[in-house]
């Protein structure tokens, strides 16, 4: 039985007890240092983790060093806070059973073979995770582990650290993938960079990569968080990431992947996650504050700039200087591309002391300066030193080459003569020109950072710069066509599932024309008549909708439209017009990844001129939900763009909150309002159709 003495481990309090373990235990560790699960071990002798360490081994008395146990039945409860769990898959949840009646807070499980829904050790790892009393959090499998340079807590094998640790930074990382985390660690430590913390999160099966990160960011030891992710598997953390994202101001940088079909694919292979659709992970991530980055390489450069700049409020102002005139014209571009980067203004003093700088040679002098002395890397350094002092210069963008300059005499040059003022970003002419990793952290110890290229230089600036804006992206993916082999549901069924109060266009079933002419006398005219939507989906196509405006039209209408549900088994329906106002489309749709989202769009003529769309999420309030839609352009029509009508948005955000409520339990994969009409009195749905999706199609 287990005996527990604390509550479970969560965020923070798990955080802390991984990066600073007062004991760690560690079951599996080989004697051989040739195998990746000495490592751990061996890391922790390494670099100066001054915890108690239990190693457990029944076939050797020490290992490297550390005395064993045969057993855990030896270890006594509470011996011990964390664990790193390096054993074959079959026998992981047995030895996870174990130190959770040791009362041990955490394990880091490093071990693959959970991937596959239909393994055993995935079986069995899942009815533990899944027991009510369980203290014991899991960190993994299928991860590399987790690190702190602070501590020298490194529950890892990472192949990176074999020769050296990273320096101690304020730098935290999360990765769901280890051996792209390793290529990130690789980058940073190029660079010179300082790490904190690095958390590889593996298949997720416990704790997700948003905990972790709402764990990270309240430390004082972390000023900026790199989040590698494929698939988010805890979206009921993304609420206590974004408030803390607000109120600590810290930026957290993400690569999200898995966003192609294949790449979905390749995601589910490799962790078994499910991945949803790009356009909806870039809604989200961006409404929650997250600085969502394209590549691992703007990863990096990132978090370069964080490590050496820090934070920078738009618009920040840069001072250029480049070996080269057209470098600078790049950058000039490259900044003049940007909303929240330009060009500081340079005063007489600056001017003048700049020319003095070069003995007169240069030939104009304003922002970007073009300094095209080869061999005279001690001009070069000096003249960036005055820049960096200069008022209004938040950053200097500096561009070298090798082929006009030492770098060694450039690091020296700039400690030697610089003053405190603002940091230097140094890049490269061309980027396989590189500078030897010892003078790049020689650089890194001197604020400056040094970046490949303009072009990613201001890049990476721009991601930097906090600005007090939030753009919300575009969204272009299309409406995900019906699944052919799914169930439809037309109006009746529809109108069932939704509360009776929901604004419908008034429509009533009728059987036949003495029933049709009832209905459009009770309603007045204009009246539509047109399929139910039991079986018909496009009326259009079919003949099965017509708009009657005037009674002697009536008979003709119902008629045609009668006939043609008769023959595809669908139903006629009567319905009231809806006056006046925005005609929109409104689709809910059902995401893999992150559940029910509305896809809202103009409907109409305006569909063929403007393919505008917004995505709103049904995880945000309803206040978000009336702040993105307000936001995106769709938003400005409908609030009444040049004087224009305006139209209900707090209705319409109301009426879709209702829709995510109401759809939530049922099994319905796109549901599809068109059109909606949205006027200044409210709104009025007129159409809809519904769809499931079949279980193959889901696989």
Known sequence: ???????????????????????????????????????????????????????????????????????????????????????????????????????????????????????????????????????????????????????????????????????????????????????????????????????????????????????????????????????????????????????????????????????????????GRVVGSADVSHAVLDHAGFVRVSSIAELCDCLVLTDIVGSVRSPVRLSVASVSGASAVIVSDAVHGSAKLELAEWNTDITDRLGQISGGRLSEVHNPLDVPFLGETEVFADLLSALSAAPGTDVVLAVESSLAHDRGILAARLDAGRPAGAAIVLTHLSEDDQIDADVVADFAEKRVAVIPTPERAVRALDLLAVSDLREQPAVTEPIPEPDPAGTQFGLEEIAALLPQDFPWATWTVVSDLDEARQAASHYGLPVAVKAAGRTISHRSELGAVAVVRNAVDLDDAFARVATVCEVHGDAVVIQSGAGAGHEMLVAIVRDAEYGLVAIVRLGGVLVELLDDQVMLWSGWSNDELRDVLRSSRVGRILAGYRGNPAGDIDRLCATIDVLFEALAATEISLLELNPIIVSPDGVLAVDALAYTTTKETEK
């Open 1 to 271: 039985m287990n005996v527990v003495t604390e509550p479970r481990l969560a965020s923070v309090e798990l955080v802390d007890t991984l990066v600073d373990p007062v004991s760690v235990v560690v079951v599996g560790a080989s004697s051989d240092p040739s195998k990746s699960s000495s490592r751990p071990l061996r890391y922790l002798a390494k670099y100066g983790y001054q915890g108690s360490t239990v190693v457990v081994n029944p076939n050797r008395s020490s290992v490297f060093g550390f005395d064993t146990i045969p057993a855990l039945s030896a270890m006594t409860p509470g011996s011990a806070s964390a664990a790193i769990v390096s054993v074959a898959a079959p026998h992981v949840t047995d030895i996870l059973r174990q130190l959770d009646a040791l009362d041990v807070g955490a394990a880091v499980v490093i071990g693959s073979g959970f991937e596959r829904s239909d393994s055993a050790p995935r079986a069995d790892l899942l009815s533990f995770l899944a027991q009510e009393d369980r203290r014991l959090r899991v960190i993994g499998p299928n991860c590399v582990g987790t690190m702190s340079s602070r501590t020298g807590a490194h529950l890892n094998f990472s192949s990176v650290l074999q020769n050296a640790a990273p320096r101690v930074g304020s730098i935290a990382l999360v990765t769901q993938s280890g051996a792209t985390g390793n290529g990130i660690l690789m980058s940073l430590l190029r660079r010179g960079i300082g790490i904190s913390h690095w958390f590889s999160t593996g298949n997720e099966m416990d704790t997700g990569a948003l905990e972790i990160v709402a764990g990270l960011l309240p430390r004082e030891d972390v000023s900026a968080v790199g989040l590698f992710l494929e698939a988010v598997t805890d979206l009921d953390w993304l609420a206590s990431v974004t408030r803390l994202i607000e109120s600590t101001g810290k930026r957290v940088f993400v690569v999200k992947v898995a966003e192609s079909d294949l790449g979905q694919a390749a995601a589910g292979s490799h962790t």
